[in-house]
Every structure is written in structure tokens, then in C-alpha cells.
């Protein structure tokens, strides 16, 4: 009833719906024939409301049951000369299809049928029923599979070959739109079919290839959702996008490689060899199970537990071999021979693997140990600048594409016919009316009409029927609803009814959510208080106490039941939550006892998000999130689908390899942890290559599968599912950013647990006031009203960040209160950050202030200072200045320091000894203070200081483990110590003396210096006393003194507190999410990672020797307690949340999951994969614990950035001094293009000139440049001399055709040659390079023979330079560019916290035991292996290794008393408190700096792109327009011909760019000619100007700036009378046709008259009239 009034009142509007018939046949081939003859095309695109797909609004009617699925004729105006029809079914589901060509006609019957069966939606259903049948068979391996399986294979191979049948009758046989071949997806499906019955019917043995091909099968489930085929498509078009930033990623990658391998070819072969020979057969310190020894192999050096030999270098700074063992190059290179840099293959994979930093840590000991440390800048550049800036790079393209993507569909949407819109919305209406009516009516017979109450739950269900239940209202009968409303809805009796109101007193009182608050809380901290192992009390506790709680929420569902009725309780969210927890917590009660059902225990987590009822960040976070997540459900299918995808092909692809070779892996021929043999350890595969971890995986595959088939898979699941991944995480980043809260609003829970809390509050302040005897006003209006200041919030025009920074409602109730407070303290508080409102109440001058990028006259009205000097107050001032002030200086220098209550003490009279006497002493003390501010104000002595501050840092890097070895180093620090502490003290009682103790204590950077001064102090102290020590392990916090120092870091210093400090309650959150997996994490596997090991060789016994822990201990050769936990685990809260810290950021997370999957029961042995869907927590905990809350933070954080972002266009990382270089470096990309050198005047030496400045003499260097990168590729390890001899003259013939260019060039330009920086560095490398040729036949090296070929391959940055290489590549790196001084702001701080945590870790770790992470290389030992430590930890990357070893702080595990030579110190052991704090806080740091960057350098980018859209020119845009014009104008004329100018407009970049053909723009642009048919390059200019700004008041003043600027840098501008203009030209040029035209139809009309003389005339003057059209047409 309701749908047929929609047909009847939208059937007016638009068309209806018409048949097609041959007539529309005949009449549509009528109008194409018609088109073709036309000249002019209409300009339509097609309807997007009425795409295929898409379901046809109502607006065009109602749909006859006669119509559905027959052919109609197409409603889009667009398609009405296309040759198609258009078929609805029953949906109303729009499907187009062609009416000729390639396929039947629209009338024949067969044709028809086949049409009715694809437009069913019953048929779209089955096939996608067959597909997913089809993927269920494909995850089983032939031992699992049924022996039916075989004839359901056929039966859905029939089935699919059915469809193409249909598809193909149905839609024609041809490649165009709406045939069956005009669409990518039938290609495939067709394909894969095909395969499939050639390889059943075809007598070859293609099963393995069928296997494979067959699971394309799955990629079939993308066309039958059309939201993941627009998805798919959205992403090939986001391909395309990141081709230029692919193609620049590999070319760094490949002369990374290239450099690679000229620095370490061959190296990671030397290895310790022992020497001489003793004992063949006799292995060395062997731990390894590498099954491939050779016979060298037995006489390597190997450390215990490593596999591969120890590698050696002859370096100094390289590792030394030991004792009776010398290095020597032999054997295979680390880890089976794949880690190496001897050939460009495998040092690219070494370079990508560092790009991605899969396992950095253990490639770049291998380089150190075989090369020495100084190669640690090689993989700094590599693993964090590189890999940072390609990172950036990608995810700045595809936020960019994505912003494109939400705009382009937010003007789709806003195109849609507003005609849709308003007849959507009357219906809406209409059936909101109709429903609301007979909702009304049904409760009136129910319920009887004299109750006041009845009319009010009238009322109420009314509401919650309109708004709370729109989409089941629609899924549900009218009698559900009857019946729901009779059964839930409880109005029994008066005295029921007298119930419910009091119970709806109770539960609604703020109190009652006050207690609930409390026990919810309580209910956390009992959660978390389980542990392993518990006594009987402490478990008899939690017991009773979960009791209670669970008695308490029951007590609460009850009366809320009682007070709400079920209709409305079960109608609230949170509600039925609760409801929710309240059964699984009498359930668990009763099935507590039941084996097997433990894991029902950790449900109990879910208490912990009862506290978002109470918490409104909570809610708006959750609310963003889900809106997401339902906007994006097609994007995570199709990722999830890809998933599936690259598991079943593994598993297809290399799980029989990996049965058949699984030898080459184990010399048990065990399967290892990761394989592919079945679905799920395909999938656990896949996983962990998606997280970032692949290359062991990878080495074991290439083990079993070789290289050719591992490599393409691998890199398709990186590359494809990384896309996936980014664009997922971008689109959740972006709506927490830009999420707006106008729709959000306070529960009454969160409000009354304000006003309970304000009641409390005013209760306290009232007994207070009491006890104090101090009198106080109560006012007289209800608690309620004078609560509700409390209560209200304004979240209408606040975004998610905004949330963040709200403080609590106590601190909002101490700010309404009315209370006073001083601006000193509330600068205190907010010192660190610049605020225009906020400005330092010191006596110094603005050079000293901590207030930078304030305007002076906004502070001054803001502080209510006058311009005038007798209206300056002594604050505003400095007593060194030089300005004049009128006040005097007794008062000027107590202006801060006199107190209140002696305001007017100065207007006392004195007599006049007393002012005579206060006179001479107030003259004193003024001078003192004016003499000290006067030197600290010196810029001699800031230098001083921030010198001494360096000083005093670098000095702390020296105190390593050998400093008591050297004896005249030690002294020489302890007396600098003195020096620093007395200088730095002195400095601080200069400051006191001049600005006061008031001032001084204002300012967050004094403070932070005065805490530095007290640590100076402090390590003197406990140099001084033995057992005072301790203090001298802070002196790492001098390091803190240089941000006070230096404006930069105090620059990002403050731009991060405003960016991170705001996002705290989205902290909270996370930490909540965490809380959460740390205790089901707790209730899992507490006591479970316990195993027996076997002290002889270090592993675990096998389940069928050790069962349990009494077998461990009564084994007798069991000296050493060997029932072991592990060092991660989840025995409590404290070390789940470590253990997670280490899943979260890939970090020894393998370790832990074998624990939890190996794990069984409590003092029981573990056994291998025992527990094997113990993965799932992790897999969990990695989306829902890791991803979503990293998108929610990094959201947060973005969000205040650009709320914090400068309106100029700079980002709050830079000073004002670095805002100026901005400009400076856009000009640095353009500066040497632009240099023009003089054509000489010499004829030979203009045409050498013409020769090296063309293009393609440009184009030829390119070429060689690329040739002799590809020789250096081809080279690898233990090449042939033949072969070195080809490359020694390969290489020969390169620099001689180098240096000929050089002489070219510099025959060309002279001296000029020289003014060009490019030129310079050729010519560099020229000299050099034949320097290196030669010097060897003399016996001479200036460096290594390999780096003769890096330094000839460096003009390969060529590529990159703006005039010459690629347009993409200056574009990707632009971005970089433009923010170098942020990033180098942020480099410096990230250094200076590095610095301060390697002089920590010197002091702390130095002497821990050498295992684990803590090797040779990387250890606390000396500053720079410690900063190579801090290095790790920066990238994520071995810092479990380091804590493992720092772990070690009982005697079975370190020795206490061990000598350190050398030293006073005595231990090897850790602190794992210290450490814990130590890798957890620096992690959290430099995590968010680390984010910043990305923040910076993607902001950067969006911000370059939309000025590009934006209709706006630039000087950039100026610069490529002359850039441009010097190659059409290489004379300098300043004028180009009229013919060129099409061209010239063609050459240009956006937006200036005008794309062929365009000579009629450019003719309608009216441009003045000059004597030549020559155009002026300022007109031009102009007229491209006015074409791309438009016409408004702004362009006219830019156009004066452009002609006035253009005037003064050319002032001997030509000047000249333009003749004509271009349009002008045009129009005697079509005049001129014209009358040619006239006059040859004249002159035929006069062939009757006489034919003879007329055919004559006729001739001649078509002659002539064909040379005029010529000439026209050429003018």
C-alpha cells in the first residue's frame, strides 16, 4: 500500500517507463544516423543516479509486473543514440545491454530468456553460492578432502560454465561496453573456465598448473559485489597514481644496491678460520643445525646459540678474530648463502629489506662485523631516512588520492536531481506520519485513556518509535509490534506503577551512577589483580568479589527493568550491553566447574568498557569508529578477500614443496612453524608477511621452492595487500580527524556523575568552611539548577580534538566557580607554550622572551599597554634597552615583586632624611640588577653559555667503561664538571639578580635550567661520597640544558606538547583496549609458558619424556632447576602489557606466540602447536589493539596539528627565520634551470654550443649515464678475469666520453661553464676519474678500485635535476625539499633524546652480559655502540634482544661477583625494572616524534597539491613559464611568431598548460600582433594570467604587479605599435573566404551565358581563388 503511493506520487515527475519495441529500434538507428551527419556533438555524460547497478529511483514510476526483466528503453538521456536497452528486475536493479552488432536481437526468445535468467537477482545469489562453496573446497588439502569432492568440482565447473553460456547469449560476443567481453572480469572468469576443461579433458598432466589457475576462482566474488568492484577499480586507478613514486622508489633502490655493492662485495663471506689446521673432523664452539657443513665449515668460529660463523673484517673497527683463528674469505655467505651483496640481485633484496626493515638489526651486525662500524651511516640513511621519505611519499599520493576520491563523490552527491530529493522526502514524511498514526492508535485501544502515565509512555513510545526503531520497524509485521507492546510494556496496577516511580527515583539519582562508577572501577582493579602464581586467600577474594559485582549489575538490570519497562531497556545500547554482561556473569558462575569451559572466564574483560557509558570521548571515539568501519565494510571485504586469496594460492602453490623438501629446512625433517601445507598456516603466513615480517619466511620458501615461484608471490602479497592496508589506515585517519561531534550528546549517566561530583564537591567545600570558621553564602536555588553550570557542555562546533583537550569537570567547576587566580600561575603552567594571550611578566627584552610569532602591538593592548613611552609599563621593558622609558627605575625594578596589600605604600608621606637615605640605597641595588641584566642580555654571553652547554654535553659521551683506563681524560672531566657547575650556577644567579625570583621561576626554560643546575650539583655530591654514587647515574639529564639553548628544539619542543599533550583521553582509550587484552591475555596463558629445559643443550625436552613440572624436577641429572618460565609472559597485568608492547611492535612477538601456542595447562610441559588457535588472540590484538587505535591516535594528533597550523602556509615546526628559507628553497629547484648562458658569437663554437644544450644531446648523456650503471650491475663476487678486463674498458670508454662532454662544454661556455653547479660537480668527477685510471699503472690508489665506478656512477643524480630529468621525480621530491627545515628541527630533537638514553644506557648497561641482543656491535660499552643501540630501538628494531640480556639479574643467569678488567665495577647483570623503563619510555618518545615527521611531510604534500588545484598562480608557476619560453625564444627577443604559439601553449605546465588542439582559445583571446605576425612575451603572460584567475579585483592587481615587475627586470624592453590582434587576424581571414566564396558561385552562375569563355574564366579564377584560400588559411 504505502510502495503504490510512491509510484503514484512520483509517476508525474520525470518520463515513465516505455517498452522497447522495433520502433524504438528503428527510431534510435534514425537519430545515430542523424548524429553521424552532424557536425556538432552534444555534450552529455551519463546520469550517476542511473549507472548499472544502481537502483532506479522512484521518480520514474512504478515498475509493471509486465515490465520486469523486458527490455525498456533507457532513461538516460545519454544513452539515447548508444544503441542499447535497459532492463529492471524486480529490485528494480538497473542492467544495460546492447540492441545490435555481435549478438542476437533484442526480440528473439532465446535471447530474451538468457536476459531474464542474468537480470534475477536468484541468479546472481546461486553463482555467488557456487563461489563460496567453491573457496570452502579450495582451503582443504587432499588428505581432508571428501570423495565426493571430485563430482562437486564438476558440478560447479557446469555451473560456471553455464553463466558464461548465459552471459554470452545475453550480451553479445563483442569487446565494447555492456558485451561480455567488454568487461575485464568475463575475460577472466572466461580464462579460468576454459583452463579447466582443457585440463580435465586434455591427456597432459596439467594438475599442478590447475590447481593454481583454478583459485582465481575466488578473485570471481569481487564482480558480484559491485561495492568491492568499485573498490577494485578505485584502487588500479590509486595504482596509477603511484606509478611515478614506484618508478623513483626503485630507481634509489637500485643505486643503493649498486652502492652496495661496491662497499661490500664478497665481505660477508671472511669468517674466523682457524689456523693452522689441528683437527679436521674436531668443530669449534658448534651450536649450529645447519645440515650443509662442508668440510672448511668444521674449522669456522661459531658463537654459542648462533648458526652461521662468526664473520670478520680487517678493519680496525671491524671484528677481530680470536685467538689461534685468522680471517679469511671462504664458505657461503649468512644465512644459506641468501644474504649478500655479491651480485645487484640479491644486494636489492638486501636493500629492500632494509627499506621495509624486516630484521635490520641482524643484517647490519653481519656488515659491521665483516666491515667495521663507520658503515652504520650507510644503513642510517638507508633503514630510516630512505625508508622514511618513501614511506612518506606513498602515504602522502594516497591521501592525496583519497581527499580526490571524498571530493569527487561529495560532488556527485551534491549533482544528484534535486527533483530525487524532494519527492524522497515527502514520502519520508508521509510515512513517518502514517506509521506515527497507527503506532498511536494501537496504544490507545491498549491502554486507557484516563492515566496521566499511560499518555506519557504514550508519548515515550511514540519518540522511541520515530527514532530508535526505524529499520526493524521496517523488517517486522505490525502484529510484532502488537504483541511486543502487550507483553513488555508493564502497567499492571497503581501499586505497580508507584514502584516504578520509585525506582525510577533511585536509579536515576546522580548517586547511584556515582556508585556504579566506583564499583565498575573496582571491578577493573580486581580484574587486574590476577596473577600467577595466587595463594587460596587471594583467590577466595577475587572469587567473592566477582560475586558482588556480579550481584550489583544484576541489582542494577533489575530496577532499571523495573523502572524503564523491557520495551524501552532493551531499546538502549548500553543497556542491552549490560544485560549482556549480567548473563555471561551468572553463566559463568554456574559453568565455572565445568572442564573445558575456562575460557569463558575471560568474557569478563567486557566489564571494562561499561565505563564508556560514563565517558563521552569514549562514546565519540566508538561512534567515529563504527561509522568507519560500516563506510569502509567494502574495503575490508576486499581486503579480507585478497587474504584469502594469497593463503589458498600458498597453500596451492607450495604446500606440497614444502612435504617434499621439508628435509632442507630441518635435519630431523621436521615442518617448521611457518609453512604453507594447510589453510590456516598459509593464513598465519600471509599474516605475518602483511605485519612487516617476511624474509625468514622467504628464505625457507626459497629452500624448498626455489626463487622463481617464491619471489612473485611474496612481492604480490607485499605490494597488493600493503595497498590495501594503506589505504584502509588512511581513510580511519582521516575520519578521526575530521570527525565533527554535532551529533553527539551527554547521556543522563555522564551527566548525573557530574552532578554528583559537583555535589560532593560543594558538601566539602561547605564542611570545610565550617571547620575553618569562615563565613560562606550558600545560594538558595535547587541543588539541580545550581548544578547544571556543571553539566552543560557545548560540543556543537568542536571536532574530536578539541574532546581531547577538555579538561575534567572538576577543573570546569574551579573555573566557573569564580575564583581568582594569578596570571603568573597560569603562565606556569603553559610556559612551554607560545599563546598569543600569554606574555612574560620579566623585565628583559624580546630577544630573551619565550613568546615567539606574537604580534608587539597585540601583546601591548592585550596587557593593556599604551604606545607612548610614559604608558610603558617596566614589564614591557628591558633595563638595558636603549629606549627611554618615562617611569623611574626604583619602581621599574619593583614593579614584580611589591605586594598587594601594599599597593598604595608609595603614597605615604616621608620626611626628607627618610627619602634622602632611601634615595642613596635604592640606587644600589637597581644598578646591580641593571648591570646583571645588561650581561645576560649580552649576545657575547649567550654564545658563551650555549658553548659551554655543548661542552658540558659532548662531555658526558666520553665516561665509558674505559674511562678509569684513562687516567688524564678522567681528571680532566671532573675538573670540567666543577667548571660547568660553578659557570652554570653563576649564570642562574645573574638571571635571580636581574629578573627576580618571581619572574625567573615563571618561565618553563629557567625552570628547566634551574633542575639541570641541581643535577650538576647532585653528581658532584655523589662523586664526593661512595655510598651517595647512585647520583651520579642522572648526570645524563645535563643533555636537557640544550633545549633551552637553542630555539629550534624549543620550536618543536612546543608544537609537540600542542600537538600529543591534547590527545591524552584517546591515550586513555587505547590503554583501555590494552587493559583489556592484557587480562584475558592473564586468564589464558598465566602459568603456562613454563616449559623444562634441558641444561646440556638448551632445549626443551620432548612431551614424551617431561609430561609436567614434578617429572622436571625429579630428573636426576637436574642440578640447575630447569622448570623455566619465560622471560615475556602473562603470569600478571604488568607483563601482558610488556608482552603486547613487543606484538605491537613486531619485536620478539615470534617468541611469544610459540609460548602461547605450545602452552597446554599450569605446571604442565608445553607441546608443539598444541594449542594452535592460540593465534587468533594475537592476530585480534594486532588488528583491534594495534591498527585501530593507531589510526585513532594518529587521527588525534593530525587533528591538532593543523588546528596549531600557521595561516601562511608553514607548518609549527619551524622558527621565523626558517619561515623565510621557505620561499628560498622553492627557488633552489628552479635557480640552475634558469641560468641562461650567452649563444656565443663564434660560428664553431655557436653550433658545440647549439650541440650540448639540445635536448637530445641531454638525452644521449642520460643514456650513458644509465648504460654504465647497467655494466655495474651485471658485476658480481668472483667474476672472471675476462671479465674484469671487459669492465676496466667499458669503464675507460665511459670517462672518455665524460671528459669529452666536459671539453665540449667548457669550448661552448668559457668561463660560464663554471657559474653552473652541475657543471662543477661533472667536471669533478671527470678529473677524478681519470685520476683513478691512471694512478694504478704507477702503483698509486686514492681509493679502492670499486669506488672508482661508484664515483663515475654519481652523475646519476642527473636524473634527478629539475631541468633535465623526469617532471614526476621534481614533483615527489619537492614535498622533501620544502620540509627540510622541520625535519631537520625534529632530526635534532630526536638526536638530542638519543644522545641523552645512549649516556643513560652507558651508565646503567655497560657491564651486562653479552647474549641476546647485547653482542660485540651493539652493546652500552662506549657511546657510539650505545648509540647504535639507541639506533635499534629508534626503528623498532632487536630491542627484545637487548632486553632479554638486561633480563638477566639472577645467578643462574649472570655472576654477580664478575671481575670487569679495567674497572672498579663488579656484576655482569641487568636491572630489568630499570629496563623495562628505560625501552618503554623511549619507544613512547620517539614514537611521537617519529609520527610527527610523517605528519609534516604529508601535510607538506596535500598542501603543494591543492594549490596546484586551486586557481592560483604562483612564482613558481612564473619560473616555468619563462623556463618555457627561453626554449621557444633562445634569442631573447622577447617576441615568439604567431605559428609557435600553439605549441608554446602546449609546453607549459598546469595551470598555465592549454592542451591540442587550442588554437581556438587562443584566438579568442584577442592577443596584439606586431609587424611579423609576432606576439610579445608580456601579453601572453597576461592573457594566460586572465584565463586562469578569472575576472575579479584581485587579478586586475595582480596583472599591474606582473606588467610593473616584468618592466623592471626588463627595462630596454622593446617598444613597438601592434598592428593588428589575433582575432582580428581571424576575422579578415574568414572575411577574406567569404567573399571568395561569393564570387566563385558569381562566376558560375555565367556559364549559360557563354560557356566557352566562362569555362575559360572559371579556371583562372579558381586558380586564384585557390591561392587566396591558401594564403588565408596559412595567415
Known sequence: MVASKKFKMASPEPKGLVPFTRESLELMEQRIAKKHKEEHEEDLKPNIDLEVGKVLPFVYGTLPREMVSEPLEDVDPYYHNQNTFMVLNKKRTIFRFNATWCTLSPFNSIRRTTVKILVHPFFRLFILISVLSDCIFMTMTMTDFPYWGSKLQITLLGIYTLEILVKLIARGTWTGPFYFFGDPWNWLDFSVTLFEHITIYSPLNLNPIFRIARNLRILKMIPLNQGLKSYAGILLHCLKKLTGAIILTLFFLSIFSVIGMGLFMGKLKHKCFRWPHENATETMHNRTRNPYYIRETENFYYLEGERDALLCGNRTDASQCPEGYMCVKAGKNPDNGYTNFDSFGWAFLALFRLMTQDFPEALYHQILYASGKVYMVFFIAISF??????????????????????????????????????????????????????????????????????????????????????????????????????????????????????????????????????????????????????????????????????????????????????????????????????????????????????????????????????????????????????????????????????????????????????????????????????????????????????????????????????????????????????????????????????????????????????????????????????????????????????????????????????????????????????????????????????????????????????????????????????????????????????????????????????????????????ISRESKRGKVWPNIRKTCCKIVENSFFKCFIGLVTLLSTAALAFEDIYIDQRKTIKILLEYADMIFTYIFILEMLLKWMAYGFKAYFTNGWYRLDFMVVIVFCLSLIGKSREELKPLTSIKFLRALRVLSQFERMKVVVRALIKTTLPAWNAVLVCLMVWLAFSIMGVHLFAGKFYECIDPTTGERFPIHEVSNKSQCESLLFNESMPWENAKLNFDNVGNGFLSLLQVATFNGWIDIMNSAVDSTQVDMQPNFEDNLYMYIYFINFVIIGLFLPLTMLVGVIIANFNKHKVKGGSNIFITGKQKKQYHALKKLMYEDSLKSTPRPGNKFRRFIFDLVTSRVFNIIIMVLICFQAITIMIQSDEQSEQMDTALYWINFTFVVLYAAECVLKLISFHCNYFTIGWNIFDFMVVVFSITELFLPLAGYYLVPPPFVQLILLSRIIHILHPGKGPKVFRDLLLPLILSLPALLNISLLIFLVMFMYAIFGMYNFAYVKKEAGINDVSNFETFGSSMLCVFQVTIFAGWDGMLNAIFNSKWSDCDPEKINPGTQVRGDCGNPSVGIIYFVSYIIISWLIIVNMYIVFVMEFLNIASKKKARTLSEDDFRKFFQVWTRFDPDRTQYIDSSKLSDFAAALDPPLFMAKPNRGQLVAMDLPMAVGDRIHCLDILLAFTKRVMGRDVSMEKMLSEIESGFMLASPFKITYEPITTTLKRKQEAVSATIIQRAYKSYRLRQNDKNTSDIHMIDDDGEDKATKEDACSDKA
Open 385 to 914: 631516512w630512505f625508508a622514511f621519505y618513501m614511506a612518506s611519499l606513498f602515504f602522502g599520493i594516497v591521501a592525496m588520492f583519497y581527499e580526490e576520491e571524498k571530493q569527487t563523490s561529495a560532488e556527485k552527491a551534491k549533482k544528484t536531481d534535486a527533483k530525487f530529493q524532494h519527492t524522497l522526502k515527502e514520502l519520508q514524511e508521509e510515512d513517518e506520519a502514517a506509521e506515527t498514526k497507527t503506532t498511536e492508535i494501537e496504544l490507545k485501544k491498549k491502554s486507557p485513556t484516563s492515566m496521566i502515565t499511560s499518555l506519557d509512555m504514550l508519548d515515550d513510545a511514540t519518540v522511541t518509535h520515530k527514532e530508535e526503531c526505524k529499520k526493524s520497524r521496517k523488517r517486522c509485521p505490525l502484529c510484532w509490534y502488537k504483541f511486543a507492546k502487550m507483553i513488555l510494556i508493564w502497567n499492571c496496577s497503581p501499586c505497580w506503577l508507584k514502584l516504578k516511580e520509585f525506582v525510577h527515583v533511585i536509579v536515576t539519582h546522580p548517586f547511584t551512577d556515582l556508585f556504579l562508577t566506583i564499583c565498575i572501577i573496582l571491578n577493573i582493579f580486581f580484574l587486574a589483580l590476577e596473577c600467577y602464581p595466587m595463594n587460596e586467600e587471594t583467590i577466595n577474594v577475587l572469587r567473592i568479589g566477582n560475586q558482588v559485582f556480579i550481584g550489583i549489575f544484576t541489582t542494577e538490570m533489575i530496577l532499571k527493568i523495573i523502572a524503564m519497562h523491557p520495551y524501552r531497556y532493551f531499546q538502549v545500547g548500553w543497556n542491552i550491553y549490560d544485560s549482556l554482561i549480567v548473563f555471561h556473569g551468572l553463566a559463568e558462575i554456574i559453568v565455572t566447574s565445568v572442564y573445558g569451559l575456562s575460557f569463558f572466564h575471560s568474557f569478563q574483560v567486557l566489564r571494562i568498557f561499561k565505563l564508556g557509558k560514563y565517558w563521552l570521548t569514549f562514546k565519540i571515539l566508538m561512534l567515529t569508529l563504527n561509522n568507519s568501519l560500516v563506510a569502509l565494510k567494502d574495503l575490508i571485504l576486499l581486503l579480507f578477500t585478497f587474504v584469502f586469496f594469497s593463503a589458498v594460492v600458498g597453500t596451492k602453490l607450495f604446500g606440497f614443496s614444502y612435504q617434499k623438501c621439508v628435509c632442507n629446512l630441518d635435519e630431523d625433517c621436521q615442518l617448521p612453524r611457518w609453512h604453507m601445507i594447510d589453510f590456516f598456516h598459509s593464513f598465519l603466513n600471509v599474516f605475518r608477511i602483511l605485519c612487516g615480517e617476511w624474509i625468514e619466511t622467504l628464505w625457507d620458501c626459497f629452500n624448498v621452492a626455489g626463487q622463481f615461484s617464491c619471489i612473485p608471490f611474496y612481492m604480490m602479497v607485499i605490494l597488493i595487500g600493503n595497498l590495501l592496508i594503506l589505504y584502509l589506515f588512511l581513510a580511519l585517519v582521516t575520519s578521526f580527524s575530521s570527525y565533527s561531534a554535532t551529533t553527539i550528546e551527554e547521556n543522563d549517566e555522564a551527566k548525573n556523575l557530574q552532578r554528583a561530583m559537583a555535589r560532593i564537591k560543594k558538601g566539602i567545600h561547605y564542611v570545610l568552611s565550617k571547620i575553618l570558621c569562615k563565613r560562606q553564602n550558600v545560594p538558595k536555588d535547587t541543588v539541580d539548577s545550581a548544578n547544571d553550570i556543571y553539566v552543560k557542555e557545548n560540543i556543537s562546533d568542536h571536532t574530536l580534538s578539541d574532546l581531547s583537550t577538555t579538561q575534567d569537570f572538576l577543573k570546569d567547576k574551579e573555573r566557573s566557580s569564580g575564583a581568582e587566580k594569578n596570571t603568573m600561575t597560569e603562565n606556569a603552567n603553559q610556559s612551554l607554550i607560545s599563546s598569543p594571550t600569554v606574555s612574560e611578566t620579566v623585565p628583559i627584552a624580546s630577544g630573551e622572551s619565550d613568546v615567539e610569532n606574537l604580534d608587539n602591538k597585540e601583546i601591548q593592548n592585550k596587557s593593556g599597554y599604551g604606545s607612548s613611552k610614559e604608558k610603558v609599563k617596566p614589564s614591557s621593558s628591558s633595563e638595558c634597552s636603549t629606549v627611554d622609558i618615562a617611569v623611574s627605575e626604583e619602581e621599574m625594578i619593583y614593579e614584580h615583586e611589591k605586594p598587594k596589600h601594599r599597593k598604595n605604600s608609595y603614597e605615604q608621606r616621608s620626611s626628607p632624611g627618610q
